[in-house]
């Protein structure tokens, strides 16, 4: 029901907005260009599913190698005693764990055309245990929260961003963004924990914990003693052989165990074509619902008004130009980078409000974009807590990303 009101307020809010600027600026054109850009969001929409087909056709071939191999089952097992506390609900050594791991995995490496097939895979694992096929089950939510907080290691685009628009360090941002979206996850997690009454102070909950907590600094001293040129170039080199490495992991093991490996690869291909049409209606619903708010002018409006109450309580302004990316990020990831990319060409990629609109832009992922997705891909209706929880992992990013970014910048 909240991506329901959330939707219906978008087009009732631009409507408004827009009638407003009609009546009081005398801007007849605002309304032709708010419907251009639904036609505009329609076609995106159209085209993103259907970019999508080719990589979910690929992920999901390789995926279903790993399934007839045995492999995604024996890293299942291997990950039980952790995933099984976060995903109580899930029997031990299912699949799905496997699948589960392997998004999380692309994801931390900023592989966004790897992640979103295997997302999809686990979805669809997911929804074959839920009970009740039209309602979110608690793993799903868990599952869509961990990826809404969009936990990174590499942040490739950002820095590729900052680059193209004459950042003299493109790779400044890479410690606040590791520092923010770390901290959006782990709020997420405890949210979705809390509400599901799950218990995180365990064994096994704690020495990941622990495990992560030496990963993640020691791979911030890592970066720190590298130039920006050897920056680039090993975390690319590093997220591809990752990458590759996986692929061909999964083809030698079908191999091992005498499968035929291109048939299996076939099957799982031919889920791609279908799994992209069935969400092309949700992503055309919230793309358009996206655009018109946007285009009538709505959203610079809550920013200004976000602007003026910060200036009200004494607090520095100095980062409220970058909140248009903080709360495009959350609707649409291109249009967060749109906005990123246009906040670093107005102000200056080296500015202070350039480099917060970039660590903002990391320090979680597009929540209704991945909710529709994901949601949409299963036919899931009824999404309960996952927004509230989704949301609340992304303000708290937000706010982190803000804080470091004054730490690190101001």
Not at 49 to 59: A, D, P, Q
Not at 62 to 70: A, D, L, Q
Not at 272 to 278: D, K, L, N, P, W
């Amino acid at each position: 029901m909240v991506l329901n009101y959330i939707w219906v307020a978008f087009f009732v809010i631009a409507f408004l907005v827009a009638l407003g600027k009609l009546l009081f600026t005398g801007d007849t054109q605002i309304f032709t260009a708010i419907m251009n850009s639904t036609f505009d969001s329609s076609k995106i929409a159209f085209e993103i599913s259907l970019g999508l087909t080719g990589v979910l056709s690929l992920w999901l071939g390789v995926m279903k190698i790993g399934e007839n191999s045995g492999l995604i089952n024996a890293l299942s097992r291997f990950l039980s005693p952790v995933f099984c506390k976060l995903f109580p609900d899930i029997p031990k050594g299912h699949p799905v764990m496997g699948s589960i791991f392997m998004n999380m995995a692309a994801n931390m490496l900023g592989l966004d055309n790897a992640a979103t097939p295997m997302g999809l895979k686990a979805m669809k694992e997911l929804q074959e245990l839920n009970p009740r096929k039209d309602t979110a089950s608690n793993p799903m939510i868990m599952f869509l929260v961990i990826n809404t907080s969009g936990l990174i290691l590499i942040p490739i685009s950002i820095m590729v961003y900052r680059a193209q628009m004459g950042a003299a360090q493109p790779t400044d941002v890479f410690i606040p963004i590791l520092m923010s979206t770390f901290i959006s996850t782990l709020v997420g997690v405890i949210t979705v924990s809390i509400s599901q009454r799950i218990n995180l102070l365990n064994k096994a909950i704690l020495t990941l914990a622990g495990f992560l907590a030496l990963f993640f600094g020691g791979l911030t001293y890592l970066f720190t003693v590298l130039s920006r040129e050897e920056m680039g170039t090993y975390s690319t080199l590093i997220a591809n052989i990752i990458l590759f490495g996986v692929i061909l992991l999964f083809i030698l093991t079908g191999v091992r165990k005498k499968i035929n490996v291109y048939d299996s690869f076939v099957e799982g291909a031919k889920e791609g074509f279908t799994t992209a049409v069935r969400i092309i209606p949700y992503l055309v619903a919230f793309l358009v619902g996206i655009a018109v708010f946007r285009t009538s002018g709505a959203m610079d409006i809550l920013v200004g008004g976000i602007g003026s109450l910060v200036a009200l309580c004494g607090i520095d302004t100095s980062f409220v130009g970058a909140l248009p990316t903080a709360l495009m990020k959350s609707l649409s990831g291109s249009g967060a980078n749109g906005l990123m990319i246009d906040t670093m060409k107005e102000a200056g990629a080296d500015s202070f409000v350039g480099r917060v609109s970039c660590v903002v832009r990391g320090a979680s992922d597009t929540t209704f974009y991945i909710l529709a997705v994901y949601f949409g891909s299963v036919g899931i209706t009824k999404t309960r807590n996952a927004v509230t929880c989704g949301l609340i992992a992304d303000f708290a990013g937000i706010i982190a990303a803000i804080f470091i970014s004054y730490l690190f910048f101001f």
